[in-house]
């Protein structure tokens, strides 16, 4: 049986961890501009507040979890002060020793362990259109001890490093996100996977993406009239139906492009299109390029990437 969320997870291929002690006393607040990458905290003592842009302000404690997915701006404070200390992560990278907010010595009054990581796939609409914006969890200690492995293992070069941090993202990127209640998610994938009449339709366009589905055989599945499967799936994704399928469908025929080096009439058929030149139109309104051009960009990339002296 297909598992929607695993294929997500699979899809993005989370990797290359990093991680970093963040504690804080006295008064403090700290504004962080938009990232874009992935990341994560557990806070390990104290309490604090954090308001992520477009969402409401959480008071974390400690033993939470958060994850933002795609890290959009915020505000880390102690809840009290109003000015802040602006950072930006990208232009002024954080270094690479613990940091430290508010009054410098003494004991902190908050202690966190936050860290980022990559995917490998960029598809920025999948998360935007699948995953919530930010992902609070309280209570589940496998969350802070994974955390703490995946610091760990960040901090020392030994052998196996990169698919240990890789297979340690996997599990806390899928702990987080199932931890999520689902059923007060917001409309996503989560949202969607929480209710059952709509799991399982969710479950045969991801087992089956090539398959000629149409709103009415899936309400059927769904055990639902077709208007009602419809506004069900609707309010719960926060996409329609067949909406879904087809950004379903582009990224994967995007990750076969670039990962598996199959042609453009293989990626087609394997995606559902008999026609190439449907998909080839069908792929370019969704992904700005036809799928040749866009398979030979990311080779070019590829070899761009492998060949600079960082890497």
């Known amino acids: 049986m297909s598992d929607p969320l695993s294929d997500v997870v699979r899809l993005l291929r989370p990797h290359a961890a990093f991680s970093k002690g963040i504690s804080a006393a006295g008064r403090w607040a700290v504004r962080y501009a938009?990232?874009?990458?992935?990341?994560?905290?557990?806070?390990?003592?104290?309490?604090?507040?954090?308001?992520?842009?477009?969402?409401?302000?959480?008071?974390?404690?400690?033993?939470?979890?958060?994850?933002?997915?795609?890290?959009?701006?915020?505000?880390?404070?102690?809840?009290?002060?109003?000015?802040p200390t602006h950072i930006d992560p990208v232009q002024d990278p954080l270094p690479d020793r613990d940091v430290r907010h508010g009054v410098q010595d003494g004991p902190p009054d908050v202690r966190l362990l936050?860290?980022?990581?990559?995917?490998?796939?960029?598809?920025?609409?999948?998360?935007?259109?699948?995953?919530?914006?930010?992902?609070?969890?309280?209570?589940?200690?496998?969350?802070?001890?994974?955390?703490?492995?995946?610091?760990?293992?960040?901090?020392?070069?030994?052998?196996?490093?990169?698919?240990?941090?890789?297979?340690?993202?996997d599990l806390l990127l899928v702990e987080s996100l199932r931890a999520t209640p689902g059923a007060s998610a917001p409309p996503g994938l989560l949202r969607g996977l929480a209710d059952a009449r709509?799991?399982?339709?969710?479950?045969?366009?991801?087992?089956?993406?090539?398959?000629?589905?149409?709103v009415a055989q899936l309400a059927e599945r769904a055990a639902l009239s077709r208007s009602a499967y419809f506004e069900r799936f609707t309010r719960a994704l926060g996409i329609a139906p067949m909406t879904y399928l087809l950004a379903w469908r582009m990224a994967m025929a995007r990750d076969l492009l670039r990962n598996h080096r199959v042609s453009v009439a293989e990626a087609a058929e394997q995606v559902g299109y008999r026609s190439v030149s449907t998909f080839s139109m069908a792929f370019q309104r969704h992904?700005?390029?036809p799928p040749r051009r866009y398979a030979r960009q990311h080779e070019a990339d590829t070899r761009?990437?492998?060949?600079?002296?960082?890497?």
């Open 304 to 311: 761009k990437t492998s060949a600079s002296p960082s890497h």
């Open 287 to 289: 992904t700005g390029l």
């Open 198 to 214: 709509l799991a399982s339709s969710l479950r045969d366009l991801h087992a089956r993406p090539a398959h000629a589905w149409t």
């Open 34 to 83: 938009t990232f874009g990458e992935p990341s994560f905290c557990i806070v390990q003592e104290g309490r604090c507040v954090l308001a992520v842009d477009g969402e409401d302000a959480i008071a974390l404690e400690t033993g939470d979890f958060v994850l933002l997915p795609a890290t959009p701006g915020f505000l880390l404070s102690d809840g009290r002060t109003q000015l």
């Open 114 to 169: 936050g860290g980022w990581f990559r995917f490998e796939a960029q598809e920025p609409t999948l998360l935007a259109s699948l995953l919530p914006t930010l992902v609070h969890v309280r209570g589940v200690p496998r969350l802070s001890q994974l955390v703490t492995l995946l610091s760990d293992e960040a901090d020392h070069d030994r052998p196996g490093r990169t698919v240990v941090l890789s297979r340690l993202v």
